[in-house]
């Protein structure tokens, strides 16, 4: 069974930064992909960043380019999202995603970790 943990989130102000980090486990795992999504209150899960690990870098949601940074290491199936100049806007439930079966979508879940940004 596979198990994704995230931690990181806080209570912080407009301006401010905040680092997110998600670790997958599991017997045997690996993991193709990776991803952090969010998801506010009566709205549907919104991608923020992801990494394919065969290639192609990171891919970013239009609302955080320029802001968020997407980091990781396949080999330890960890993922970091380093959030700065966050703005009221990034509040959110934050979800690690992982895709542990080739071809496949996203298909194991963390549990999420509350991001709130005050003005």
């Known amino acids: 069974q596979v198990q994704l943990v995230e931690s990181g989130g806080g209570l912080v102000q407009a301006g401010d930064s905040l680092k997110l980090s998600c670790a997958a486990s599991g017997r045997d795992l690996r993991t193709y992909a990776m991803a952090w999504f969010r998801r506010t209150p009566g709205k549907e899960r919104d991608f923020v960043a992801g990494i394919t690990w065969s290639g192609g870098g990171a891919s970013y949601g239009d609302s955080v380019k320029g802001r968020f940074t997407l980091s990781g290491d396949s080999a330890r199936n960890t993922l970091y999202l380093q959030m700065n100049n966050l703005k009221p806007e990034d509040t959110a439930v934050y979800y690690c995603?992982?895709?542990?079966?080739?071809?496949?979508?996203?298909?194991?879940w963390g549990q999420g970790t509350q991001v709130t940004v005050s003005s």
């Open positions: 995603g992982a895709v542990t079966r080739w071809g496949a979508s996203y298909d194991s």
